[in-house]
Nanobody, 120 residues
Framework: QVHPVESGGGSVQAGGSLRLSCATSRDTSDTYSMGWFRQAPGKEREGVAFFSSGGFTKYADSVKGRFTISQDDAKNTLYLQMNSLKPEDTAMYYC??????????????WGQGTEVTVSS
């Protein structure tokens, strides 16, 4: 099992940047398929970016060109670099791992979330 723990959220003005981190308990096959999700107040949770072993990535259309997902070589930490932030990026961001996280957005392990607020 892995236990994702997110950090790096905060408040930033539109156009600014934040980098979210997701630490996992250890390198297991569950860290080979990971993703970032977000949920804004009153909205459904949505997949933002996904990472698969071998360096495969995919992004929601709303964040393409602005967000970058990456994983450290030890596969213990997942990152989400967020640039050119917009007020509509305001949400609780969750890290998830394992299962069919990359292929279907169906992940087995979830963190508690880190809040991102973007002001105009």
């Amino acid at each position: 099992q892995v236990h994702p723990v997110e950090s790096g959220g905060g408040s930033v003005q539109a156009g600014g940047s934040l980098r979210l981190s997701c630490a996992t308990s250890r390198d297991t096959s569950d860290t080979y398929s990971m993703g970032w999700f977000r949920q804004a107040p009153g909205k459904e949770r949505e997949g933002v970016a996904f990472f698969s072993s071998g360096g495969f990535t995919k992004y929601a259309d709303s964040v393409k060109g602005r967000f970058t997902i990456s994983q450290d070589d030890a596969k213990n930490t997942l990152y989400l670099q967020m640039n050119s932030l917009k007020p509509e990026d305001t949400a609780m961001y969750y890290c998830a791992a394992g299962g069919l996280c990359y292929t279907r957005g169906s992940c087995n392990y979830w963190g508690q979330g880190t809040e991102v607020t973007v002001s105009s």
